[in-house]
């Protein structure tokens, strides 16, 4: 095939996953591994992680390790299609969740995506975490399916993530009402002890995450 109308072919993919194509996806186009190397080696194709490329001349796109991550849980389906909920594929969660959310300033050393079931990767960036979501714990961030606020925070608790990104994070997502500090305080409280604060009381908790951002503040001056 030649290379350009091989580009030609990978545009219904391209187009619609933020530049992105998959090694499956370009297979399925009609578009062999010989042609598909050829494109990378012609600066054409840009490989972003193994058997996921983007379009050397597509737009910018933010967080474009996340979604290639995302696609490669899935390889052969186009994005568009999948559902927020995806049996097969994953949503985007704990720190990676909110680094694509704007909150706070955790870093991650792996993707974090949450999988229905367990199951394994060998993609040393990427870390799996099998756990049902409900519809209500999952939004989309420019078309990729991430975890809510409220359910990254959560998810971050149970992390054990230390008290002041917590506080950031809380702080940060209330001041931009992407946060209902009454209806996370019930969900939380059986984090209470974990970041000592007596009882299983989510507001007492809240408090003292929010107390510690404080803390850090007045320290710095």
Known sequence: MRMVQAITSL???????WGLVTAAQAKGAGVDSVTLLRLVDAGLLVRVRHGVYQLAVSEESAHLAE??????????????VRPKLDPDGGVVSHRSAALLQGLGDLVSERI??????????RDSEVKLRGRPLDEDEVTRVDGLPVTTVE?????????????SHMGQIIHEANRRDRLDLDVLA????????RYGVTGRDGHALIEHLLSAVQDGRARAR
């Open 186 to 193: 019930e969900k939380v409280g059986c984090f209470s002890r």
């Open 67 to 80: 979604k290639a991550a995302w696609l490669a849980l899935r390889p052969a389906v186009a994005g568009w």
């Open 151 to 163: 359910r990254t925070v959560i998810d971050l608790l149970n992390d054990r993530v230390d008290a």
């Open 112 to 121: 974090e995506i949450t999988v229905p079931r367990r199951r394994a990767t």
């Open 11 to 17: 545009g219904a993919y391209t187009a619609g996953q």
